[in-house]
């Protein structure tokens, strides 16, 4: 039995959330300190229960732990990713393990971690502490066999005071962690069930009398375009306070000093009853000429604090970054520093394919990177904090910030909101977040959780925040679901912050805020669920948001797939998800469900999301482009925009456009920077780059763009320039006998995870989850019956010398509405691997997906799968004819449309083959080259969590037609 904890067992106990643990800090500088890091490779044993790890195991000697076979695993890390006996486990809303709460597994894997480390004689004599960064779930500590103190909360530090039993030399530092207690019932996330110390683990060694807090409010006043800053210090004295201790305060930007204070005395007499207030001085700066902060401009000046002895030495010196930025919510605003800002947002939780929730700064840094390159300016830390480094580089580099509590009850949401015995966790988690992080100008919300329906605890834990910190607003997304958008929840959030609302709720929200019937500001906390090929209508939202009051944007959900690389019998590796290392219950590939994959390769979907977030616009208006700068506090200097007009396609001209003077949320109008031509189909594109390089990109790099159709084409087919050249011929006449297929009905995509969840098919029919659509396909038969059989069919080929010229006519009758596509389909000899094509692009798109495609003509090789989970992919819309060219000698097959557009694939796998694999691995390329055109094709949606696509993108029932010619000429 664990010496001390054994009998008591506190991990089974909601209501105990630490034992001996330090109060949690601001995380600061400081000069005057040691610190031992002790990250790197441990001693590791693992036990199936925290009562089968006898007492010897915690208190023998490291030499006696050295002669068994305890192997070493990495910290940080997770051992479930370093150990075969226990693997990561994947579920969204399920509990791993049967309920109810508090109950816990029989088996519960318990990790004992043991690192020896020397203290030399010139470790400084003074206040030891040990900070453990973060351990899933719940940790107890020894130090040479004594017991340090116990902690909960996954996702924040613990530190403990070990003064007491360090010792100068070889010192034995145990860590036991627990994977499942009582509060895993409150860190239900949609996410890897981990476990191990997963964040860093150091001593420090403090003063006697120290530095043990330091707030920092920086404020800044839009009305006076002035700033205050508000320090408090809080000194921590080991034994009894002594007089005499004082702090002052300068403030600095780029080590050039602003304003300095005079030394301001430390109350140290604590028996003054009503009037003690804590160790802490208070110093105060007003009408400060200082830049304001914000994701646009992040602005920070440091905060230098020196802690003075009673014979004016210094002991120490903390220093703190400081933003100063005021954040309001004023009637159906968010408004930052007096200006009401757009929320470009995505949730992102902590993850890489090999370390699990183990990150790096450098893990960290890289998701800002991707994130600005696509225009994003918002996070929420779904669903916990993060390590303090995040919040560092967020003030840094610019980001807002919902700040989440760890906690989310999903599985019990109705029940432990109310339970008193998680009240204490409930308070404890929320509160030590807002100790930790209160200073970061970044964080501009605080959230209470998420999916934990909403009870008592958290109006307790609001009113808590509230006192503590009225400098922000409270967010949380239950207390609007279960009481209502207008007036709900008022006591929970000061947004209306709902999860996958559809279009016409939203616009129907900020209509009542046209009328004065709702007065908050309205910003999604999850829109646009990005599992595998979705995010369909993120345009269609973004134009009601543009247009309608009260409505700021939201976070799409979400930033990473979650894969894990996993290595097969036959030595090769795989990103994994849910039920892939064998977990039960499970959830799939829920967990895939990223703009990026895990690897951080952009998901096609991610250039829709750059180009709704775009900073500046342009359109055509009455014949001169008005030009809106969407940002809050820049002006458009740092870009550089240049034009091209294209006729069918083709440049015909181009230049930088002169664009002076467009201040921040401002308008021009300019006139057009050439006349319109005569004749063909002409577009205006306008593009934005960088001017100069960023800390996310190179110098030129695109930030924005738009397309503005100047004229239409005319009647006649549409015909590439070279159409009339008279190498074009049949390709059979060219390449010989079936270099192309003949073409078969199609009526079949393999279905997206917004058309319905392939590998969960059972699960969805009893729950209703997602879409209905791949089961209505199943049913009707359209998944697997010959198309010929369910809709009127009727085509006509005509092939001569020249070419191949086809006409197909597809009734569908009305028990066949919403199909997936209406098309056909042919094979071609691989060789033929790239593309060059006529209409949007470059990047994949589809019906409700394409608003960031511009029409022209691109070129590239044939698409690879880019989802973790296959299903439909490749299509581009709006297509006037493409070819497939083989690049060694570039002969080449041409299809060009005879009437309307069409819509095209060019793919290694058919539908077939690509439904039936559970994942990348299972596939292998087709023979030959897919090819399929689509009179029509069904948009996305995001109905894997949230709406389906909109009616104006499904297919009715009725008339479609397709009408192209196939021909081919030899490579020159």
Sequence with gaps: ???????????????????????????????????LNLDGDWEFELFDSPEAVGDTVVTRSPESLRSTA?????????????????????????????GPPPRLPERNPTGVYRRNFSIDGEWPQQQTVLHIGGADSVHVVYLNGEFVGYGTDARLPSEYDVSAVLREGANDLVVVVIRYSAHSYIEDQDAWWMAG??????????????????????????????????????????????????????????????????????????????????????ISFESLEVQPWSAENPTLYTCRIDLIDPQQNVVETASQRVGFRRVRVDGAQLLVNGERVWIFGVNRHDHNPDRGTAITVDDIRADLVAMRRHNINAIRTSHYPNDSAFYDLCDELGFYLIDESNIESHAYNWLI?????????????????????????????????????????????????????????????????????????????????????????????????????????????????????????????????????????????????????????????????????????????????????????????????????RPVTVELVDDELRITNRRSFSDLADLNAQWELLVDGQLIAEDDLAVCG??????????LPMGVPSGGEAFLTVRWFSAAPTWFAEAGHLVAWDQMRLSSAPDQPRQPADASD?????????????VVSEATLQLWRAATDNDGFKLMLADEADSALGSEALQRWIDTGVAHDDPEGLVRHQASIDSTADGVTARHVIEVPDGYVDLPRVGISFTVDPRFSEVRWYGRGPHENYPDRRSSAMLGIWRQPVDQLPYLVP??????????????????????????????PFHFSAIRHTAEQLFAASTATDLTNHERLVVSIDAAHRGLGTASCGPDVLQKYRIPAGRQELAYRIDARRGR
Excluded at 72 to 87: F, I, K, M, S, Y
Excluded at 562 to 581: E, K, V
């Design 417 to 613: 909101c109310n339970d008193p015995t998680f009240r204490s966790a409930w308070l404890e988690r929320g509160a030590r977040m807002v100790q930790r992080d209160r200073n970061h100008p970044s964080v501009v919300i605080w959230s209470l959780g998420n999916e934990s329906g909403y009870g008592a605890n958290h109006d307790a834990l609001a009113g808590w925040i509230r006192h503590a910190d009225p400098s922000r607003p409270l967010h949380y997304e239950d207390a609007i679901r279960l009481r209502g958008w207008d007036d709900g929840g008022l006591l929970a959030t000061d947004l209306v912050c709902p999860m996958y609302p559809t279009i016409d709720d939203i616009a129907a929200y900020g209509e009542r805020v046209r009328r004065g019937e709702a007065t908050r500001p309205l910003i999604m906390c999850e829109y646009s669920h990005a599992m595998g090929n979705s995010n369909g209508s993120l345009a269609d939202y973004w134009e009601v948001i543009r247009s309608t009051p009260g409505l700021q944007g939201g976070f799409l959900w979400e930033w990473k797939d979650h894969g894990l690389r996993q290595r097969l019998a036959d030595g090769t590796t795989r990103l994994a998800y849910g039920g892939q290392f064998g977990e039960e219950p499970h959830d799939g590939n829920f967990v895939a469900d990223g703009l990026v994959s895990a690897d951080l390769e952009p998901h096609p979907a991610m250039a829709e999301v750059a180009w709704v977030h």
């Design 70 to 98: 305890a192997r070493r695993v990495a910290v940080p890390g997770n051992w479930t990713l370093q150990v075969e006996e226990d693997l990561p486990h994947y579920t969204n809303i399920q509990m791993p393990f049967a």
């Design 726 to 738: 008279e190498m074009w011929k049949n390709p059979t006449e060219l390449f010989g006998d079936g």
């Design 1 to 35: 039995m664990l010496p001390i904890v054994g009998s008591i067992r506190p991990w089974k106990d909601p209501g105990q959330v630490s034992m001996n643990r330090l109060r949690i800090h601001i995380s600061f500088e400081s000069s005057d300190r040691a610190r």
């Design 662 to 671: 467009v201040a921040a949320g401002a308008q021009i109008l300019l006139e």
């Design 871 to 900: 299903q439909e992919y490749g299509l581009r819309t709006d297509t006037r004819w493409f070819e497939l060219i083989d690049p060694a000698t570039e002969d080449s097959i041409r299809v060009t449309s005879e009437a309307a």
């Design 197 to 282: 110390l997963h964040r860093s683990v150091f001593l420090e060694s403090r003063p006697a009398v120290h530095v043990a807090d330091l707030v920092t409010d920086g404020d800044w006043d839009p009305a006076n375009r002035l700033g205050s800053l508000a320090v408090r210090c809080t000194a921590a004295f080991t034994d009894t306070p002594l007089s005499g201790y004082s702090v002052r305060a300068r403030l600095e930007l780029n080590d050039d000093c602003v304003v300095s204070s005079d030394a301001t005395a430390i109350p140290h007499e604590y028996a003054r009853p009503y009037e003690f207030t804590g160790h802490t001085a208070v």
